[in-house]
């Protein structure tokens, strides 16, 4: 199956910058993969904090992070990177990054249901 590898997660002052990256492996179709990142609180529901679509010209970002995060896909090393920038301690959590094998280039998804591939998890503490 895909594997999809998370890092760069720690903490981070209120205010402060933090980059994710989630790296594919090589057998992947990483550019006809639509991907998205997701996190997850402590008794929270998980949520699609950003999406792109195949090519990265296409982009989401759910309104509590619109701003603030940005999402980006290098087709070429098969990495997709959150950077994360202001961060408020309400942005503490488990992002996961997921892949989406979608027929569709020009589409992004927010939902978990059709991420098919989904990474560890990297915690992202912030601290007031």
């Known amino acids: 199956q895909v594997q999809l590898v998370e890092s760069g997660g720690g903490l981070v002052q209120a205010g402060g910058s933090l980059r994710l990256s989630c790296a594919a492996s090589?057998?992947?179709?990483?550019?006809?993969?639509?991907m998205g990142w997701f996190r997850q609180a402590p008794g929270k529901e998980r949520e699609c904090v950003a999406a792109i679509n195949w090519s990265g010209s296409r982009t989401y970002y759910a309104d509590s992070v619109k701003g603030r995060f940005t999402i980006s896909k290098d087709n070429a090393k098969n990495v997709v990177y959150l950077q994360m920038n202001s961060l408020k301690p309400e942005d503490t959590a488990v992002y996961y990054c997921?892949?989406?094998?979608?027929?569709?280039?020009?589409?992004?998804?927010?939902?978990?249901?059709?991420?098919?591939?989904w990474g560890q998890g990297t915690q992202v503490t912030v601290s007031s």
């Open positions: 997921a892949a989406n094998p979608s027929p569709f280039g020009s589409l992004y998804y927010t939902g978990a249901s059709v991420y098919d591939y």
């Open positions: 090589s057998r992947t179709s990483f550019s006809r993969y639509a």
